[in-house]
T-cell receptor, first 113, second 111 residues
């Protein structure tokens, strides 16, 4: 079945550093989503990508939809302590069904002040 | 605040028992989705309801069932609970062809 592989599994960085994480799949996705989950909270949508090659920013976050439609990456620039959390990539598994998602395993980010 | 409300936030129950988790979607959203998050399986889609009707099913156990009421709130019923059912259960909602917004979850502990 479909599977999303995220890397790295975890990162421990210094405040101010840039961060990069990616997500790959064996199958094609028409939409890529990036969510962040804080402890004790539900996932919050950060960025949605709809077109191969698309590069989208949301503040210090930038995400790209890979040309092959089988991968995506998320960059965080100038990290701050509140960036701590788990970052998930996700993609819809149903045709036109935007909420039936498959999630990657997550990248846990820790930021040292 | 996503606008999706889940109750209760925490639930502790014994094996063999039955519990009901409740979700109120964002105003106007017709679709409700239920997800389970466990340490070994990650975030997994369970089931979707759209305007009262079941629309999609994932890896939902037969011991679990859901429904969506006319006022669009949804309930997830978990029965004959086992230790392995301990997890975070999330509800999400969306409008047609838009992204889903997640609630804060219910943490279920089966002892």
């Amino acid at each position: 079945g479909q599977q999303l592989n995220q890397s790295p599994q975890s990162m421990f960085i210094q405040e101010g550093e840039d961060v990069s994480m990616n997500c790959t799949s064996s199958s094609i996705f028409n939409t890529w989503l990036w969510y962040k989950q804080d402890p004790g909270e539900g996932p919050v949508l950060l960025i949605a990508l709809y077109k191969a090659g698309e590069l989208t920013s949301n503040g210090r976050l930038t995400a790209q939809f890979g040309i092959t439609r089988k991968d995506s990456f998320l960059n965080i620039s100038a990290s701050i302590p509140s960036d701590v959390g788990i970052y998930f990539c996700a993609g819809p598994t149903g045709s036109g069904n935007t909420g039936k998602l498959i999630f990657g395993q997550g990248t846990t980010l820790q930021v040292k002040p | 605040d996503s606008g999706v409300t889940q109750t209760p936030k925490h639930l502790i129950t014994a094996t063999g028992q039955r519990v009901t988790l409740r979700c109120s979607p964002r105003s106007g959203d017709l679709s409700v989705y239920w997800y389970q998050q466990s340490l070994d399986q990650g975030l997994q889609f369970l089931i979707q309801y759209y305007n009262g009707e079941e629309r999609a099913k994932g890896n939902i156990l037969e011991r679990f069932s859901a429904q969506q009421f006319p006022d669009l709130h949804s309930e997830l019923n978990l029965s004959s609970l086992e230790l392995g059912d301990s997890a975070l259960y999330f509800c999400a909602s969306s409008a047609e062809n838009t992204e889903a917004f997640f609630g804060q979850g219910t943490r279920l502990t089966v002892v």
